[in-house]
């Protein structure tokens, strides 16, 4: 074959290699120095049992499609451990208790890291709204009359963290620190020692507008000694979770913690990271019609396919939500975009076959998620 040929060829393969790679990195990599980046696979979960010190540090891969609005919970500790509010100054690596609001901090951290969820900010209308309605164990609403907060919040699902086991120190001897210890290789006023630290947390992702309960994820994991040189890079950018972080990250159960929490947000990537953007309708006019999807959900130009919703069904033995008559009105084209919400048009209907609560969805069809080969033992 002609030698310019096969260079042709052998450029057009490298291209196209190079643009599938850049149209699909890998959802995740661990970050560790000995190792350097590794895609993680589809069974991290199992990897984090046995190798936690491997997912403490974790790079997200680039991805630029839409983002789910996600509302996060307060952390629920249901460990038997207590627990405090870390209000600022260093953090104490011998304290035992668990920082709860520091770890709230880190899960919104991480999902906002991942690139496929939008964080909504809660606020204390939200927690009006939660103490108006019976969320219990089952991650599930009671009482069918309670504002739903997926409509107030513009949020598809909701997360909560729920603290399982946290045990700092289950075995070995702690050693405080003033200075260098030659033998243990640890710096500063650090208690560490040859101890384990466990972490078990259940990632809850709850359906906003109906309040069942659509996934729930139990992640474990332990560490037995200090990564000292991991040093929490990568989290937080200042502010109250910098200043946690430089002390937390230097604790095999910050560490644990940590590990625990990226895969946690690995798995709810899994379930809804590239599952359609659904919005509702918020109000309509004769012309056009706001939609609470915004900045990261959304662009100009964008087609949205428009639901009316119908009576809705209402389980009369558990009061939970059974759904509703759904019925495909028309498209909507977007025409401008706002922080938390969006105009829009109608293509080829009347705007007055909408009305307030009606469902729309996103009609682009969302990027695979890619994962690395499963690692050998």
């Known amino acids: 074959m002609n030698r310019k040929i096969v260079f042709l060829l052998l450029v057009t393969l490298s291209l196209t290699s190079t643009f599938t790679l850049a149209e699909t990195d890998y959802v995740a990599y661990s970050e560790t120095k000995k190792e350097g ?29 839409r983002k789910i609005r996600v509302g996060v919970l307060d952390a629920d500790n249901q460990s038997g451990t207590a627990s405090f509010r870390w209000n600022g100054g260093d953090f104490s690596a011998g304290n035992e208790q668990i920082p709860v609001n520091g770890i709230d901090a880190l899960l919104s951290d991480v999902m906002a890291k991942s690139n496929r969820f939008t964080v909504l900010t809660r606020t204390g209308e939200l927690d009006n709204i939660l103490d108006e309605q019976d969320l219990g164990d089952s991650g599930r609403v009671a009482k069918p009359s309670a504002a739903k907060i997926g409509k107030v919040l513009g949020a598809q699902y909701l997360v909560q963290l729920v603290i399982n086991s946290y045990q700092p120190n289950v075995g070995g001897k702690k050693v405080g620190l003033g200075g260098f210890s030659r033998k243990l290789r640890a710096v500063g006023g650090a208690k560490v020692g040859k101890n384990k630290s466990y972490v078990q947390m259940t990632f809850k992702l709850i359906d906003a507008e109906t309040s069942e309960l659509v996934a729930s994820e139990v992640i474990e994991a332990n560490i037995s000694d200090m990564s000292l040189g991991f040093g929490g890079g990568g ?10 972080m430089s002390g937390y990250s230097k604790t095999p159960i910050g560490q644990a913690t940590m590990a625990a929490i990226n895969i946690g947000v690995l798995e709810l990537v ?6 359609p953007i659904v ?6 006019d004769s012309d056009k019609a706001i939609v609470n999807l915004g900045e990261g959900s ?67 069809e969302p990027e695979p998620l890619r994962f690395g080969p499963d690692w050998e033992k």
């Not at 919005?279 to 309509?284: I, R």
């Not at 028309?330 to 293509?347: F, I, M, N, P």
């Open 235 to 244: 989290w937080g950018g200042g502010g109250m979770l910098g200043g946690f």
């Open 279 to 284: 919005g509702s309708v918020v109000k309509v």
């Open 37 to 65: 980046e590794q895609p993680l696979p589809s069974n991290a979960r199992e990897i984090v049992k046995k190798n936690a010190k491997k997912l403490v540090g974790v790079r997200w891969g680039d991805y630029s499609g």
């Open 270 to 275: 899994k379930q809804v990271g590239n599952l």
């Open 298 to 364: 959304v662009v100009a130009g964008d087609l949205l396919k428009a639901v009316s919703m119908g009576e809705e069904f209402i389980d009369p033995d558990t009061g939970l939500s059974l759904g509703a008559e759904e019925e495909e009105v028309g498209a909507l084209k977007v025409t401008s975009v706002k922080e938390k919400y969006c105009y829009v048009e109608a293509v080829g209907f009347e705007l007055a076959n909408l009305t307030r609560g009606d469902k729309v969805l996103t009609n682009s």
